[in-house]
């Protein structure tokens, strides 16, 4: 060998390539490095000399034999060959035959052929492994239904098809946009820090779809270490069912599953709600308690389900009744609680909760049984019955509870009493008997004026209590008591009795001969012969009938209207003038109005308040005044408090006033002596 030779086998030796030539004529080796004779399986000193057919396996030289043809004819030729070998593993080799060129005769001819073998076996399954595993991935992106979504520092670079369809836009509209575009504003600070923070735990936000809606969403982000970091895959899920599911769940858990209302737990929660905004309102909330009557007689007799239909029937009435923005909801079998809120008086509530009693009131039909529906409705109002919810329904249950005992039907406003224990409620409805008998009560006079003229028109006669403990009472604070209790009568007639005879003494003193008004309750007015005792007492203590006057709220007129129409004209036939009391709180019907023989209208001190600032009052006054006229009616105004109050009600042509601005109620004593000092006025009788 040269020297030359020696060095080019050293170098053939090291290449990491199996190395051989083979001459043209006979296809037979002339040198192979090492690998090659491994490759082949032949000790490399054997391997000189021998045919390339005999070498190489059958398979792979029927592969080679077209290349080789090539490569004589002078291509340079590249095969990639690929045979299974007996483990079952692919080997997979890349041929090079470069053929080598001599000159003969002056024309270069291929004498040979130098072959270079690359095992590109391990590359090939390496290549092949990326390949399966990125179709992989690929199938598995496009199968999932969980958005995929690859981003660097936000900025899309790339989505599967369900990130698409959850947000609406193509792989175009997103791509190069950032993902914070598509959070929902509230949700941007909280996602950027997450991904600024590289977090990978689950957290919920909510996309905007491409159409407006609002997604709610789940994400997840990665960070993906090959990208060095910086690239991020999210993935989202949309969890509108499992919002929906949770929503479910937590409505099965505030509402109350026959009638489909809110629930006493719910109720709570509202009502709490409800009182913070009526405070900061300064606004009026009621809490009506209702109670269905009768409930459990119908359970009883006609078996739950009939019980039960008859709750949904009642909860149909209730909803048809209330507007919109009241709250309703089932606080027990058969109760229902009603929030009303922004209440302008507390008379409002009442004349609610009489709407909701005539709404519910009537009959319905259970399986072929006919049954008449009734409630009871108990009252509370905050402020002036409390602040916080729990006292709120505690109080109108109690309500509730009285107004039952006084006969159902109806509505109760709640008074302190009302929660005593029933030892002390007896305890203070004997007080009260007693007080009746032993002539603990008193009456206090109102002058009532003119307004044009000053001069006194009459007085108004207001009931207290000299309390044994609690000194002077006021009626609000034991008519409900007295009502619920079955004492208003008594109560009733001593009054009527003692207003006729003090004014009687008056007279005969020759002080102002000027009519005194009596309240008469709603319950006395429907359940006595109030026609019949008014007779007697003005006989008794010979005051004539023209002197006296009748005063009985709008709500009370309304109801029953038959029977009120009888009684108002057997007053008229008597002489006994009458006063719609608390005008404007309640509902009127006009038509009633005008058949009913009435003397006076009176507007309702509540909107008398806050006059003349408020100018829905001033037209609600305006109207009122004008109604009265149009009915012949006298307009009284109660409650004035102001000078300027006073002015106003002479400019609309208010024609009577009442109010401590003229004189509070005084008792008998204080009222002769204003009698006394007004001699001066002409003495005024009912024209
Ligand atoms: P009412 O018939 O509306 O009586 C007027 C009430 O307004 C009285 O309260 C009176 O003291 C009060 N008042 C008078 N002037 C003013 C004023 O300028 N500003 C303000 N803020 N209030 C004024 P009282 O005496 O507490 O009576 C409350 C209610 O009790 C009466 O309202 C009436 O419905 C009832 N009542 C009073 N006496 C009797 C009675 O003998 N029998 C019956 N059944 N009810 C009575
Ligand atoms: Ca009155
Ligand atoms: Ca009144």
């Given amino acids: 060998m040269h020297a030359c030779d020696t060095l080019l086998s050293a170098i053939a030796q090291s290449v990491p390539v199996m190395l051989a030539y083979y001459d043209a004529g006979e296809l037979r080796c002339r040198f192979a490095n090492q690998r090659f004779a491994d490759f082949v399986g032949r000790p490399a000193s054997s391997l000189v000399g021998s045919a390339a057919q005999e070498v190489l396996d059958a398979e792979t030289w029927e592969q080679m034999e077209p290349c080789v043809q090539r490569a004589l004819a002078g291509d340079a030729v590249q095969h990639i060959c690929e045979s299974q070998q007996p483990g079952g593993t692919l080997r997979v080799l ?26 590109i076996s391990r590359h090939r399954q390496a290549e092949q ?34 990130a698409l369809h959850m947000t609406g836009y193509s792989l175009a509209e997103v791509v190069g946009r950032t993902i914070f575009d598509f959070i929902l504003p509230e949700y941007r600070a909280i996602s950027m820090e997450y991904t600024r923070r590289a977090r990978e735990y689950p957290y919920e936000l909510a996309l905007r779809h491409k159409n407006g809606q609002v997604i709610p969403i789940e994400a997840v982000g990665k960070t993906l270490p090959q990208q060095g970091g910086t690239q991020r895959l999210v993935i989202i899920r949309n969890i509108t069912a499992r919002r929906e599911e949770q929503e479910h769940a937590r409505f099965l858990a505030q509402h109350d599953t026959l009638t489909q209302l809110p629930n006493r737990r719910s109720l709570m929660r509202q009502l709490a709600r409800a009182a913070v ?24 007799s006609l078996g739950h389900e009939a019980g039960d239909r008859l709750l949904c029937e009642m909860t149909r009435r209730l909803q048809q009744a209330v507007s919109g923005n009241d ?12 929030l009303l809120h922004d209440l302008r008086y507390r008379s409002s509530a009442a004349d609610m909760a009489d709407a909701l009693i005539r709404h519910i009131s009537g009959a319905h039909e259970i399986g072929g049984t006919q049954l008449s529906l009734s409630a009871t409705i108990g009252i509370s109002v905050l402020p002036e019955d409390g602040y916080s919810p729990d006292e709120l329904l505690r109080h109108a249950a109690a309500a509730m509870q009285y107004a039952k005992e006084g006969g159902r039907g109806t509505h109760l406003f709640y008074a302190p009493y009302m929660l005593g224990q029933p030892a002390e409620v007896l305890q203070q409805e004997h007080l009260l008997r007693e007080a009746i008998v032993q002539g603990a009560l008193r009456l206090h006079y109102q002058p009532q004026i003119q307004v044009s003229s000053g001069a006194l028109t009459g007085f108004e006669a207001l009931v207290r209590w000299q309390h044994p403990e609690r000194g002077l009472l006021g009626p609000d604070e034991f008519i409900p008591l007295a009502e619920s209790r079955g004492l208003i009568t008594p109560i009733g007639r001593w009054v009527m009795r003692e207003a006729c005879r003090q004014m009687k003494a008056w007279h005969d003193q020759g002080l102002a001969r000027v009519p005194i008004a009596v309240n008469v309750s709603a319950i006395e007015f429907r359940q006595r012969d109030i026609v019949g005792e008014i007779k007697q007492v003005l006989t008794e203590t010979g005051l004539p009938a023209q002197y006296l006057e009748i005063e009985i709220t709008e709500s009370t007129l309304m109801q029953q209207a038959e029977h009120s129409r009888t009684t108002l004209q057997e007053l008229q036939a008597l002489g006994v003038a009458v006063t719609v009391d608390d005008f404007g709180t309640g509902y009127s019907s006009l038509a009633y109005l005008k058949r009913y023989p009435l003397d006076k209208l009176k507007v309702d001190r509540s909107f008398v308040s806050d006059t003349p600032s408020d100018g829905e009052d001033v037209a609600i006054i305006t109207a009122i005044v004008q109604l009265a006229r149009s009915l012949q009616l006298q307009s009284v105004a109660e409650g004035v408090e102001t000078d ?3 002015a106003l009600l002479q ?14 109620p005084m008792d008998a004593e204080h009222t ?10 002409p003495p005024m009788t009912k024209a």
Avoid: Y
Avoid at 95 to 117: A, S
Avoid at 139 to 147: H, I, L, M, P, Q
Avoid at 651 to 661: D, I, K, P, S
Avoid at 672 to 678: D, R, V
């Fill in 94 to 119: 890349d041929f090079c035959l470069r053929p080598h060129r001599e000159q003969v005769n002056g024309e270069p001819v291929v004498v040979g052929l130098i072959v270079v073998v690359n095992d």
């Fill in 672 to 681: 002769q002596a204003w009698l006394q000092s007004c001699t001066a006025m």
């Fill in 651 to 664: 400019g609309l042509g208010c024609e009577l006033a009442q109010g401590f601005n003229i004189a509070a």
């Fill in 644 to 646: 300027e109050q006073l």
């Fill in 129 to 162: 492994a990326l390949r399966h595993s990125e179709e992989r991935m690929r199938k598995f992106a496009e199968a999932t239904e969980e958005g995929l979504i690859f981003h660097q520092d936000g900025v899309i670079l790339d989505t599967n098809a369900a």
């Fill in 277 to 300: 905004d009526a405070e900061q309102r300064q606004s009026r909330m009621a809490v009506l308690f209702i109670d269905l009557d009768h409930f459990k007689t119908v359970n009883d």
């Fill in 327 to 338: 709250f309703i909801a089932r606080a027990g079998a058969d109760q229902f609680v009603v």
